[in-house]
T-cell receptor, first 116, second 112 residues
Framework: GAVVSQHPSWVICKSGTSVKIECRSL??????MFWYRQFPKQSLMLMAT?????????EQGVEKDKFLINHASLTLSTLTVTSAHPEDSSFYIC????????????FGPGTRLTVL | QKEVEQNSGPLSVPEGAIASLNCTYS??????FFWYRQYSGKSPELIMF????GDKEDGRFTAQLNKASQYVSLLIRDSQPSDSATYLC????????????FGTGTRLQVTL
């Protein structure tokens, strides 16, 4: 149980284009999903908290107009990197928390974004 | 002062030995404590969570929590080369929407 998927697993795009990353909880409903970014040899950096049916809460320094998050259902959250630039190249990872009393975050496999 | 501190390592242990990974945290309000394993280029994988003081065992893994000392540890018995990875300690204040605060991770190397 507690499987989280991400799509795509990797993507290469040209500078200035937008990229959408999907995060799905496969066998549970996720009331809350989180989006992280990780640069090589660095720790995870939380970008935003996504709650189903409401606006995402962004961490300080994360541009909400650049990183658009939509949590339209209890099993799907999407992160869109708009007008991507080479400095946005990173490993993007989502996590999901099941409803109820648990607060355990289960991570997706991550999406490696390379912006040329 | 970092909120969650871990020794970055690498911690090198021979195959079959016990690996001991340590973590301290600063927020006394922390309620939930997690250990994740992250292989290079992969996302974190949950190993264990612990909420109460004391020990919690799951197979070869034992998590230990001491809230008075603000200390949580992970013991790996009979270490295998496949255990070689970075181990992330994470804490939160409890609640389903509670954010995790991660340590920087300890790199474990299990040698043959």
């Amino acid at each position: 149980g507690a499987v989280v998927s991400q799509h795509p697993s990797w993507v290469i795009c040209k500078s200035g284009t937008s990229v959408k990353i999907e995060c799905r909880s496969l066998d549970f409903q996720a009331t809350t999903m989180f989006w992280y970014r990780q640069f090589p040899k660095q720790s995870l950096m939380l970008m935003a908290t996504s709650n189903e049916g409401s606006k995402a809460t962004y961490e300080q320094g994360v541009e909400k107009d650049k990183f658009l998050i939509n949590h339209a259902s209890l099993t799907l959250s999407t992160l869109t990197v708009t007008s991507a630039h080479p400095e946005d190249s990173s490993f993007y990872i989502c996590s999901a928390v099941a409803g109820g009393t648990t607060d355990t975050q289960y991570f997706g496999p991550g999406t490696r974004l390379t912006v040329l | 002062q970092k909120e969650v501190e871990q020794n970055s390592g690498p911690l090198s242990v021979p195959e079959g030995a016990i690996a001991s990974l340590n973590c301290t945290y600063s927020d006394r309000g922390s309620q939930s404590f997690f250990w994740y394993r992250q292989y290079s280029g992969k996302s974190p994988e949950l190993i264990m969570f612990i909420y109460s003081n004391g020990d919690k065992e799951d197979g070869r893994f034992t998590a230990q929590l001491n809230k008075a000392s603000q200390y949580v540890s992970l013991l790996i018995r009979d270490s295998q080369p496949s255990d070689s990875a970075t181990y992330l300690c994470a804490v939160n204040l409890g609640g389903t929407a509670s954010k995790l605060t991660f340590g920087t991770g300890t790199r474990l190397q299990v040698t043959l």
